[in-house]
């Protein structure tokens, strides 16, 4: 694998950051949100700058290499904005990167990373049968092989792969119930059912945003499980470890900062108010910044 080197070296690392600065998440799109409004619930007094990569989303079908230097990319622009913590917010990238933003970085600037819902599925499982949803390039990263290997086989578990390149655009687009979503959702999901899965584990962070529609679609057929509250219950841990928990809420700034890579706030703005489904103050703005 060739060196991941962020677009501006750390010459000279920032100072260790003050508990007012924001929480810095990152996905390649929205679907991050899903983990954002987790944490901006549980967090309350706590800002967040959101980085969606949509000049390149989905990050799915993606080659590992370009996967890790896009997210190297986009930390990097998170740490450059003065954030006190990044949060990986995309499956797919932490898959690939997570070892290597770490040993990076170092303990000054702590990088969350998500890995698949799956071990509380396959503890709770009564069938015995559990799918995940999740991208290729989820499946084919370290992360959840080993969740598989150390959690599932043990106990005797099935674990379905499940994947579908459709439903990251279709939830980047708001078309969470349009026929063609409906449409995806029975192809890749049918066959979970015949085969008696009574979890289903939403392995990228745009899947949360599709529950209602599989709800609709399949009633109480399947548990579902995601990584939002673990994510958001591990994230104020590191911070309360570095005293880095902001205990006042300062109304002088919009709580939910989100810049997007691809140029496209305006379109993404109808997209955001639906998804953002509690009182939250926000923005969404195009980066204008020279890194990108």
Not at 225 to 237: E, I, K, L, M
Not at 248 to 264: A, F, K, M, T, W
Request: proline share 6%; hydrophobic share 40%.
């Amino acid at each position: 694998m060739s060196a991941i080197l962020p677009l501006s070296p750390l010459n000279d690392p920032m100072p260790h950051a003050e508990a007012n600065a924001p929480i810095g998440i990152f996905d390649s799109g929205i679907g991050g949100l899903s983990v954002a409004l987790e944490i901006a619930r549980y967090l309350p007094n706590e800002r967040i700058v959101y980085y969606a990569d949509t000049a390149h989303v989905p990050y799915g079908p993606r080659k590992d290499q370009e996967i890790r230097e896009l997210t190297a990319h986009a930390i990097e622009w998170l740490y450059r904005q003065g954030c006190k913590i990044a949060v990986v917010a995309c499956n797919t990238a932490s898959a690939f990167s997570l070892d290597y933003l770490r040993e990076h970085y170092g303990e000054k600037f702590p990088i969350v990373g998500l890995v698949p819902a799956l071990k509380p599925a396959v503890l709770q499982s009564k069938s015995k049968v559990v799918a995940v949803l999740a991208t290729p390039a989820t499946f084919r990263g370290k992360l959840i092989k080993d969740v598989m290997k150390n959690f599932a086989e043990p106990t005797g578990v099935q674990v379905l792969n499940l994947t579908c390149l459709d439903l990251v655009p279709f939830v980047e687009a708001g078309l969470q119930q349009s026929e063609a979503c409906h449409a995806s959702l029975r192809a890749v999901l049918d066959p979970a059912v015949a085969q008696g899965a009574d979890y289903l584990v939403l392995g990228c962070t745009h899947y949360p945003f599709l529950k209602n529609t599989i709800r609709e679609l399949y009633g109480d057929t399947f548990t579902m499980v995601d990584s939002g509250v673990p994510v958001a219950r591990q994230t104020a841990r590191i911070l309360l470890k570095g005293q880095l928990i902001s205990d006042q809420i300062n109304n002088d700034h919009v709580r939910l900062e989100c810049y997007v890579s691809g140029q496209n706030a305006e379109e993404l703005k109808p997209v955001m108010n639906c998804l953002i489904d509690f009182e939250l103050s926000w923005s969404i703005d195009n980066i204008v910044d020279k890194m990108c």
